[in-house]
């Protein structure tokens, strides 16, 4: 009997204990799951999304009658909250509400009039609190801008909206080579490859800011112009995403008003506005002239190389203005802008960009691989 007693008390004694293994068990998975959620995220973002810039601008006058209105927001968005309810558009001062269809993608919402604006009119767009983030927090209030238009209906596709990448004269994945002295107006930028990828480049001959995928730049000893802290490491990290989002958006654009123009050739020619596309090559030989007005656009579809010889010009003409003008390259070699030339427009290029000795580029070098600068002069557009 004593035996059988010792037998059961041992029994229930290892029952327990692997009852109370088993709930320890439960527990840690528990805490572990939750701790990875919320390393994920899942239960933090509580932060509401905010809208980081408008086109136009709030206050902005001239605004063509035939283009979108957009925003850009600091996050994305539950695509389903951003709809004609929550994005509407209004003619004198709120008074009559314009139709139009609103779309949503990568952050960016789109309103589209179904007609012309009316000339010299002031419109008010207004994103409500109905717009949401993928976590469901809402904009905190209603986002609020106005604009007037001008008289000018725009030639051309609608411009290809850089998002972030926008913020930069020169931005790249894999670095900046420089033979010095070059003069940047603007950011530029580089990731995911180290900021030391950019030291060739010092803050003697920047008008802006440096900013790394970390903490690695040196220069020339003096990094005043650099950011490499963890927030700016997330910047520059947004805006190679963004400009990725741009590339595609130029080369997706569609039904071109001029295919394979003058053989890809265009030395000493003057292109109005419009979609053009190439399967080949597009030479610059002599100086080729961009002719339209302030409100204009012009994209370029290459899938070859963009090649511009030594002392020739991409002209801007009319009020052209370099912000206006997107040359989408797909080619192995990239942009190759020669001695002494002058280039306008902004270069989004799955290669690299070359910019031999003492060439002016007025316009942005965005490209998924490196940009090299032989004592050159970059300036950001004019907006």
Same mark, same amino acid.
């Given at each position: 009997?004593?035996f059988t007693?010792?037998?059961?008390?041992?029994?229930?004694?290892?029952?327990?204990?692997?009852?109370?293994l088993?709930?320890?068990?439960?527990?840690d998975?528990?805490?572990?799951?939750?701790?990875i959620?919320?390393?994920?995220?899942?239960?933090?973002?509580?932060?509401?999304p905010?809208?980081?810039?408008?086109?136009?601008?709030d206050?902005?006058?001239?605004?063509?009658? #035939?283009?979108?209105?957009t925003?850009?927001?600091?996050?994305?968005?539950?695509?389903?909250?951003?709809?004609?309810?929550?994005?509407?558009?209004?003619?004198?001062?709120?008074?009559?509400?314009v139709?139009?269809?609103?779309? *949503?993608?990568?952050?960016?919402?789109?309103?589209s009039?179904e007609?012309?604006?009316?000339a010299?009119?002031f419109?008010?767009?207004t994103?409500?609190?109905?717009?949401?983030?993928?976590?469901?927090?809402?904009?905190?209030?209603?986002?609020?801008?106005?604009?007037?238009?001008?008289t000018?209906?725009?030639?051309?596709?609608?411009?290809? #909206?850089l998002?972030?990448?926008?913020?930069?004269?020169?931005?790249t994945?894999?670095?900046?080579?420089?033979?010095?002295i070059?003069?940047?107006?603007?950011?530029?930028?580089?990731?995911?490859?180290?900021?030391?990828?950019?030291?060739?480049?010092?803050?003697?001959?920047?008008?802006?800011?440096? *900013?790394?995928?970390?903490?690695? *730049?040196t220069?020339?000893?003096?990094?005043t112009?650099?950011?490499?802290?963890?927030?700016d490491?997330?910047?520059?990290?947004?805006?190679?995403?963004?400009?990725?989002?741009?590339?595609d958006?130029?080369?997706?654009?569609?039904t071109?008003?001029?295919?394979?123009?003058?053989?890809?050739d265009i030395?000493n020619k003057?292109?109005?506005p419009?979609?053009?596309?190439?399967?080949?090559?597009?030479l610059?030989?002599?100086?080729v002239?961009?002719?339209?007005s302030a409100?204009?656009?012009?994209?370029f579809q290459?899938?070859?190389?963009?090649?511009?010889?030594s002392?020739?010009?991409?002209?801007?003409?009319?009020?052209?203005?370099a912000?206006?003008?997107?040359?989408?390259v797909?080619?192995?070699e990239?942009?190759?802008i020669?001695?002494?030339?002058?280039?306008?427009?902004?270069?989004?290029?799955?290669?690299?960009?070359?910019?031999?000795?003492?060439?002016?580029? #007025?316009?942005r070098?965005?490209?998924?691989?490196?940009?090299?600068?032989?004592?050159?002069?970059?300036?950001?557009?004019?907006?």
């Open positions: 009997m004593g007693q010792n037998i059961t008390k041992y029994l229930f004694s290892a029952f327990f204990v692997l009852l109370a088993t709930l320890s068990a439960c527990t998975s528990n805490n572990a799951k939750k701790s959620d919320e390393s994920d995220g899942i239960e933090a973002d509580a932060t509401a905010t809208v980081s810039s408008t086109d136009p601008d206050s902005a006058t001239g605004f063509a009658l #035939n283009r979108s209105i925003a850009l927001f600091s996050e994305s968005l539950d695509p389903a909250s951003v709809n004609r309810d929550s994005f509407t558009l209004t003619a004198d001062l709120g008074v009559t509400e139709s139009g269809t609103v779309s *949503y993608s990568d952050k960016l919402a789109t309103f009039p007609n012309h604006l009316e010299d009119t419109y008010t767009a994103l409500t609190t109905a717009v949401t983030d993928l976590a469901a927090n809402a904009l905190a209030a209603d986002f609020v801008w106005t604009f007037k238009t001008g000018v209906v725009a030639t051309g596709p609608e411009p290809v #909206n998002r972030t990448a926008g913020d930069f004269v020169i931005l994945k894999t670095g900046v080579t420089n033979v010095p070059s003069v940047i107006t603007g950011n530029i930028g580089a990731s995911p490859i180290t900021a030391a990828a950019m030291d060739e480049v010092t803050c003697s001959e920047m008008t802006g800011t440096i *900013y790394g995928s970390n903490d690695a *730049y220069g020339s000893a003096d990094t112009c650099f950011a490499g802290s963890a927030t490491n997330t910047l520059v990290a947004n805006a190679v995403l963004d400009m990725g989002t741009a590339y958006d130029a080369a997706g654009r569609t071109p008003d001029f295919t394979e123009e003058h053989a890809g030395s003057t292109l109005a419009g979609l053009y596309k190439w399967g080949t090559d597009v610059i030989s002599t100086t002239t961009l002719s339209g409100n204009d656009v012009w994209i290459v899938a070859g190389d963009v090649v511009q010889a002392n020739t010009q991409v002209s801007l003409i009319g009020g052209a203005l912000k206006n003008v997107f040359w989408q797909g080619g192995g990239g942009v190759v020669g001695t002494d030339a002058t280039f306008a427009g902004i270069v989004l290029a799955e290669k690299g960009v070359s910019v031999k000795t003492k060439a002016t580029v #007025n316009g070098l965005l490209s998924q691989t490196a940009v090299t600068l032989q004592q050159n002069t970059v300036t950001e557009p004019e907006e």
